[in-house]
């Protein structure tokens, strides 16, 4: 037999694509039988243009899926690529009638049977874990073994749909293969054509999630039950890719990676054993399942990056989605972490069907809390109601289509807008395409929530300090000055690439905009309690300015024998302000999540440049401040020396306080915040 293993067409463009380690895994195991298999990455084909967004992409997925003469074709589908997996069975099944078409993934898992029901051109679907069903179910196709005697399928037996029953998981992960890359793309494709730095390889560390999350669908599938791989194995695929696959950087899959302290602390250990260290990889926690001595480890085991989902910062809220986490540990985790040399991704979700408008406020405090720590990456997300979960089961009556949330983007294939093929399929079925649905809540319009998922993150990201000062001092919610800063800014005329929509926000556009708006808002206010506000707004503004500045010059090297003719260049990189607060110690409170009425008057000069992992914040004297300011390429380090002789030079003569001047220029340089502009 031929078997096409289809991943849909689907193109998000801030998304990078990764290869597809389920339909991967699938041709491994069949990789010893006598069976042709090819997978077809549509996702990729897209990234490298030789697959065109348009209204005919569905016929021409199935053209190039036929050449290849297959006797069944598998999709791979979850929640965005379920309508394109639908058309293009549909499409096949016109051009080929014997060709046999299965869906498998966690939401065809789920929906089974409504989706054989709905759509008589699907044959099978194979539900939860594939590797020892689905080469069963191609054993049926092929002749060899009725269908009604294989576990976790749902098939089509004349005009009735059957349910086989459910699979018993595989108790031993490391039974199955290691994942075959040849059967995709080289990782470098993937990584130039998504014009990333690094190729990156998923690999699967464990499955299924023991908790009871209202939303998730993982711990459905996996039924509450987590299972890993042996480290061993893992580190060995890890080697192995890195060695023979180009691998960079891995994303490690499993939504549990810290749950067993000794499984973690083994795979770190394994690792830097092994001299794998220096590959980093990325995994997701629980905040109450870390700490520094396990984020130190993680670290040196190369750890660069990891998502801890925080969800919300309302307590009913965390209670009606059964999340048992304490939010107290945040700011500790966050800064542990950080410490750690890890760079956190902090996940919340907004517009639970029961969520108030308090509950709301509760999370996006707690949103801008968590990135005044800094160095945090913010991801705000809308609730998406996935088939089979609680969620579902619960409010599936109160689905309205309205906003498109992140689990809903991807497939706008007709000139940036959704084929309408695709739009009346979701129309007609909202229980298999629940995901593209909405529930109402009471909190804010469901556009209001989608704008505040959106946009809200620049500000947190951008502002999250000054943001939220701004909404104690003025007694405003943080909802209604969010949007009273949106409506301040012009509507961008760049065009939404995805949906045709007008953007609302942008950094560029925060950036020059804020400033101004939180002035105008504090103007209006005739006594001000947090007087130092403004600021707060400077200190931010800085940081980013400095941020974004161009790299610096070339390495400055004084000559002494022409040392006053010297014209010393502050680099363009490098932000020098004044203070009349105590700001590097405001700033210290505030990263620790207390927002104080009032911060002492002290006079502080601060330089802040652009550094590798960031921008450099220093505190500097007046001195430095002074001689910085003047360091403009035009005065010479004679005629600097001379200013500033006035004011600091009073008990020295003025050949030696141009030796210290000099001395200044000479340590300011090696520290690349200064370059030269010498005379002719």
């Known amino acids: 037999m031929n078997i096409a293993l289809v991943f849909p067409p689907f193109y998000f463009e801030p998304m990078y694509n990764l290869p597809p380690l389920g339909l991967i895994n699938l041709a491994t195991v069949l990789r010893s039988s006598p069976h042709r298999v090819r997978i077809f990455d549509f996702p990729l084909d897209i990234r490298r243009k030789a697959l065109p967004m348009d209204r005919q992409i569905y016929r021409a997925c199935a053209r190039h899926i ?52 709905r759509f008589p051109f699907i044959d099978a679907i194979v539900r939860g874990e594939g590797e020892i069903t689905f080469p069963q179910l191609v054993r049926a196709f092929d002749g060899q073994v009725p269908l009604a005697s294989i576990d976790g399928i749902t098939f089509r037996m004349l ?49 299924g999630c023991p908790h009871r999350c209202v939303y998730c669908s993982q711990s459905i599938m996996w039924r509450r039950r987590a299972r890993t791989f042996s480290t061993g194995r893992i580190i060995g695929e890890m080697k192995n890719l890195a060695e023979n696959f180009g ?85 500790d985790r966050v800064s542990e972490t950080t410490e750690a040399g890890i760079v956190p991704t902090l996940s919340f979700v907004i517009g639970f069907p029961e969520e108030s408008r308090q509950d709301l406020e509760a999370t996006l405090e707690l949103v801008l809390k968590s990135a005044a720590t800094g160095n945090a990456n913010i991801l705000v997300q809308m609730t998406t109601i996935l088939p089979g979960t609680d969620l579902y089961e619960k409010y599936w009556r109160r689905l309205v289509r309205d906003v498109d949330t992140y689990f809903s983007l991807g497939i706008e294939f007709d000139q940036g807008k959704r084929i309408a093929s695709d739009d009346a399929l979701i129309d007609s079925d909202p229980a298999i395409f ?39 001092e003025l007694n405003r919610s943080i909802l209604d000055l969010f949007f009273g800063f949106l409506d301040r800014v012009p509507e961008i005329e760049s065009i939404h690439r995805l949906c045709g929509e007008r953007l609302r926000l942008t950094p560029q556009a925060c950036l020059a905009y804020f400033s101004d708006f939180a002035a105008e808002s504090l103007a209006r206010h005739d006594i001000l309690v947090r007087d130092f506000i403004p600021e707060v707004v400077k200190y931010e503004t800085c940081l980013l300015s400095a941020g974004k500045a161009g790299a610096p010059s ?46 002492p008057q002290r006079e502080v000069f601060v330089a802040f440049s652009r550094a590798p992992d960031g921008t450099q914040v220093r505190e500097i004297n007046e001195f430095g401040f002074d001689f910085l300011r003047l360091c403009d390429g035009q005065s010479t380090l004679e005629e600097i020396a001379n200013q500033l002789y006035p004011k600091y030079g009073a008990d020295k003569d003025r050949e030696e306080f141009a030796m210290i ?12 915040v200064l370059a030269p502009f010498e005379s002719a």
């Not at 005009?159 to 890359?181: F, G, K, M, T, W």
């Not at 394994?270 to 990325?282: E, K, Q, S, T």
């Not at 070339?554 to 003719?565: A, L, T, V, W, Y």
């Open 661 to 672: 001047c000099a001395e200044a220029a000479g340590t300011l340089a090696g520290l690349e």
């Open 247 to 331: 691998a960079e950087c891995f994303l490690l899959a499993f939504d549990q990676f810290t749950a067993k302290r000794g499984f973690a602390e083994q795979f770190c250990l394994g690792l830097i054993d092994a001299g794998l260290n220096h590959l980093p990889w990325y995994c997701i926690s629980r905040l109450d399942t870390v700490d520094k001595d396990l984020l130190n480890l993680m670290r040196k085991a190369g750890c660069e990056t990891m998502c801890y989902g925080i969800d919300s910062g309302s307590k009913s809220t965390l209670a009606f989605i059964r999340k048992d986490i304490d939010r107290e540990v945040l700011f």
């Open 434 to 472: 629940c995901s593209f649905y909405n529930v109402p809540c009471p909190a804010a319009t469901l556009e209001e929530l989608n704008q505040t998922a959106s946009y809200f993150p620049i500000i947190a990201t951008l502002y999250p300090r000054s943001f939220l000062l701004l909404s104690l």
């Open 554 to 599: 070339s390495p400055f090297h004084i000559d002494s024998s022409r040392i006053g003719d010297l014209k010393p260049l502050r680099n363009e990189k490098m932000l020098i302000e004044r203070f009349t607060f105590d700001i590097p110690s405001l700033i210290l409170e505030l990263k620790c999540g207390h927002f104080p009425d009032t911060c």
């Open 159 to 207: 005009d009735r749909i059957v349910r086989n029953p459910d699979r018993e998981l595989i108790e031993n992960l490391d039974c199955l293969p290691a994942s075959d890359y040849t059967f995709v793309a080289p990782l470098h494709e993937y990584r130039d054509v998504c014009g990333i730095g690094r190729s990156i390889a998923i690999l699967e560390v464990g499955r």
């Open 66 to 117: 036929l050449q290849f003469a297959p006797d069944l074709a598998a999709f791979s589908v979850q929640c965005t690529t379920y309508p394109p997996a639908v058309q293009i069975a549909e499409e096949l099944k016109k051009l080929d009638p014997a060709l046999k078409i299965a869906f498998g993934g966690h939401n065809a898992s789920c929906v089974d049977e409504l989706t054989l029901s």
